[in-house]
Structure formats: C-alpha cells, structure tokens
C-alpha cells in the first residue's frame, strides 16, 4: 500500500500550487485534488478543505496507489 511521505500543512511546500480535479468530479466538492510540486512531489488534498493540509507522494507512490484503485486492490468491503 502506498504511503504518503508526510502530512504538510499548506505551507510553503504547497502554497501557490496549481490544483487539479478530476474531471470526473461531481462538482459538488466531494474529492480530491492534485497538484506537483518542487522536489518531484505530488501533493494531494481534500476538495472540501482547501486551505487544510496535504499530503505528499512521490510519483512512483501516486502511480502505485491509482493502479491499485484499478485493479480493484482497495475494494469496498461489506
């Protein structure tokens, strides 16, 4: 399972990011964004809580993780 390198307030690391939705968002606020930022990082958030924290992936992590969503690794149980 992927795990994040860090939980980042949104500090410098993340301030003046360009985040992205999915354009498969709802548009009712209720996912994630992404933005990449300095140091090859990918810095993920909740759409609901923009000025909360972030949390901070390597590539490689981020890439695991979403081929993990695909192939059904996370599954909804019960």
Not at 11 to 27: I, K, L, Q
Not at 31 to 55: F, H, M, Q, Y
Request: glycine letters at 8%; a positive charge.
């Amino acid at each position: 399972m992927s795990v994040p390198l860090r939980h980042e307030p949104c500090g410098p690391a993340v301030r003046g990011a360009r985040w992205r939705r999915s354009s498969h968002s709802t548009g009712m606020n209720n996912c994630v964004e992404t933005a990449r930022i300095s140091r090859g990082l990918l810095a993920v958030r909740d759409s609901k809580n923009t000025a909360g924290p972030a949390l901070l992936f390597t590539a490689d992590a981020w890439t695991s993780f979403v081929h993990g969503l695909t192939d059904a690794r996370f599954a909804k149980v019960g």
